[in-house]
């Protein structure tokens, strides 16, 4: 034992025979082979026999010392290793509010001063933690030294913003099971939050994408097997009102003359159309809503939030009234022409997303395209209809197109296609396909002209086919179930007479036609009857029950001159100018014919 120290531990051994008090005291011991042996030494006073005994216990704690100073040095890597980490390290003593150290990412993510954790209650970091998470975390960190916590929250930044923590910590403790440090961790989860919680919109998005696709196959199913408008537009907001998307629905007609709005139906819901007021004039309030943008735009328009969007002002206390959160309006459109629109609501906050609008976009025009095909097949079969004569004096001037005296231009038929494409049939006089190429070159619609079979400078007239794109007048006509019966060009002038079925607004056909052609004057308006004739044949295709595409391909067929002897046009001739594959063509075709045939043949008498 080193001098200094012999004299210490004599000195202590008086003291304990004179005072009688205990002694401990660590030393440091030197063998005989020069090793140093830290000890620890009690000693302390003690009769035996009648005599004062020094009772001394000597004991070997250079491993307290090895760990002592190895948990010093792992102390001192630890906190080299946190000043650098971006995540949010930290250490206290057995008292979790008793911080011995916290690393900067505190301040970044936290967005406070560490030194309040130092100089104050240990405590405070829980201010800035999320109300809703605050009790959660305040009781796992009070029990931290029992059971250590692992734990997700969201903390609060001074400017607003969110951010989630994964916050984990464990009690590390002595030999004897003595708690004497905490450490814990803090990492910024927020980014992987965000992706699960973008995933799950993702998830969420795409059901109900799925449930929007079921209801949109529910009514166009049933809109399709309605034989009336009337019938198709109540189907229409039934099948809304009773799908788990929407709360009810409501349809409106519009009136193109007076922009007036005809509430007709409703479902899921009663009297709420008679309370709403509603405009297509942008510059009424009424008109400013979802019903009248869609009306002029032709789009969906949704209104995500009706207590947010400063355009459904005039409608928040309806909605309070009926509950509903979102609403869409829905044009229905076929081909250029809007037969109406729906209105739809629900209480879902994440309502009407693009992808949701496009889908009710193509449920409108679908709705559309079944009013449409209804119109039609009402015009086909009534017995009635309404005639418009046109007239445009001296035509080949006003379309500056050269033609003798007597030429003359007759069309025939119009098959309509797809996106507002016609095919059109007619006949020229001799001589007379120039003026038709010219008028090809002059009338925007008309895409393209060819003859049919040969073209002779004989005294026959000559048939020939026209590609039209997108015609205003022959576009608001058949959408409405009418059709060209007459279109000549004759004596200088042109006359056009046209058939509506009885009940169609005729106001806006005639703004349409003196629209596309200013020159144009209405000559007659009045009803006539259809002529009496068994079989007729509209009665015949009507029968058959053919599709728009079937009885499309037929009528394509039989004017091209497919079924003359000889053909003046191939099946390929004919697929072309419909612009489809000669399978496609010859498959529809067949379908057509037999559906006729069987029309036909299945009303006739067996042998007895």
């Known amino acids: 034992m080193p001098p200094r120290r012999a004299e210490r531990f004599r000195a202590f051994v008086d003291g304990v025979f004179d005072g009688g ?84 990412a505190y301040e970044d993510v936290w967005g406070r001063d560490r030194e ?73 989860v927020t980014e992987r ?61 519009v009136d193109p003359v007076t922009k007036t709005i005809d509430k007709r139906v409703e479902a899921g819901v009663d009297g709420y159309i008679e309370n709403v007021a509603l ?11 979802p019903t009248g943008r869609a009306i002029r735009s032709q789009e969906v328009v949704p209104v995500r939030n009706v207590f947010e969007d400063p355009a459904f002002e005039p409608w928040r206390d309806v ?59 009402r015009a086909l079969l009534s017995e009635e209809v309404v005639k418009l004569d046109f007239r445009i004096a001296d035509a080949f001037d006003t379309f500056d197109v050269d033609a003798s005296p007597g030429c003359r231009i007759a069309i025939d038929e119009t098959i309509p296609l797809q996106d507002d494409d016609y095919l059109v049939y007619g ?24 003859p049919l079979g040969d073209e002779t400078d004989g005294d026959e007239p000559t048939r020939f086919k026209l590609r039209l794109s997108d015609p205003p007048v022959l576009g608001a006509v058949t959408s409405r179930g009418g059709r060209v019966e007459e279109a000549v060009f004759e004596d200088g002038d042109y006359r056009m007479s046209i058939h509506l079925p009885p009940g169609v607004d005729t106001r806006d056909v ?7 052609y200013p020159a144009s004057e209405m000559v007659t308006r009045r009803r006539s009857q259809r002529p009496d004739v068994d079989a007729s044949p509209s009665d015949v295709l009507c029968g058959a029950d053919l599709t728009e595409r079937q009885r499309s391909t037929l009528e394509a067929a039989f004017f091209g001159g497919f079924f003359e002897w000889p053909r003046e046009s191939a099946g390929e001739d004919v697929a072309d100018a419909m612009d489809v594959s000669p399978p496609t063509f010859h498959q529809h075709l067949r379908t057509a014919q037999r559906k006729v045939f069987e029309s036909i043949l299945s009303d006739a008498g067996g042998v007895d």
Not at 51 to 71: H, I, K, Q, T, Y
Not at 161 to 169: E, H, K, M, P
Not at 427 to 450: F, I, K
Request: with cysteine.
């Open 193 to 253: 939050k965000e992706r699960e919680r973008e995933l799950e919109r993702q998830r969420e998005h795409l059901d109900a994408l799925n449930k929007l696709n079921r209801v949109g196959r529910e009514i166009t199913d049933a809109a399709i097997d309605q034989s009336t408008r009337e019938e198709i537009e109540r189907t229409v907001c039934e099948a809304f009102a009773e799908s788990d998307f929407y709360e009810f629905a409501w349809m409106a007609e």
């Open 319 to 377: 909605a309070r009234q009926y509950g509903y959160r979102a609403s869409a309006a829905v044009p229905v459109v076929y081909e250029g022409t809007m037969y109406g629109v729906v209105g739809v609501y629900t209480t879902r906050a994440d309502a009407f997303s693009d992808d949701e609008c496009r889908m009710l976009a193509q449920l409108g025009e679908t709705v559309g395209h079944a009013i449409a095909a209804t119109e039609r097949r």
């Open 116 to 188: 309040e954790l130092y100089a104050g209650d240990g405590l405070a970091f829980l201010d800035a933690v999320h109300p809703d998470d605050r009790e959660r975390v305040r009781e796992a960190y009070t029990d931290l030294p029992e059971r250590g916590y692992e734990e997700e929250f969201r903390v609060q930044q001074p400017d607003g913003s969110v951010r989630w923590i994964l916050g984990q910590a464990v009690p590390l403790r002595d030999e004897d099971g003595t708690v004497h440090r905490i450490v814990g961790i803090g990492e910024d």
């Open 21 to 104: 008090a205990g002694w401990t005291d660590e030393l440091t011991c030197l063998t005989e082979d020069g090793r140093r042996i830290p000890t620890e030494i009690s000693a302390s006073r003690v009769v035996l026999d009648g005599r004062d005994c020094l009772l001394a216990m000597v004991r070997d704690v250079s491993g307290r010392e090895r760990r002592e100073r190895e948990r010093r040095e792992s102390e001192r890597k630890f906190w080299t290793l946190a000043e650098n980490l971006e995540e949010i390290v930290w250490m206290s003593s057995a008292d979790p509010s008793d911080f011995l150290y916290v690393n900067p």
């Open 279 to 289: 405009s297509t004039d942008s510059g009424d309030a009424t008109g400013r809503g």
């Open 427 to 450: 006949h020229a006089s001799a001589g007379d396909l120039d003026v038709v190429r010219a008028l090809t070159d002059t009338v925007s619609s008309w895409e393209s002209m060819a």
């Open 510 to 516: 005639i703004n349409t036609v003196q629209s596309a």
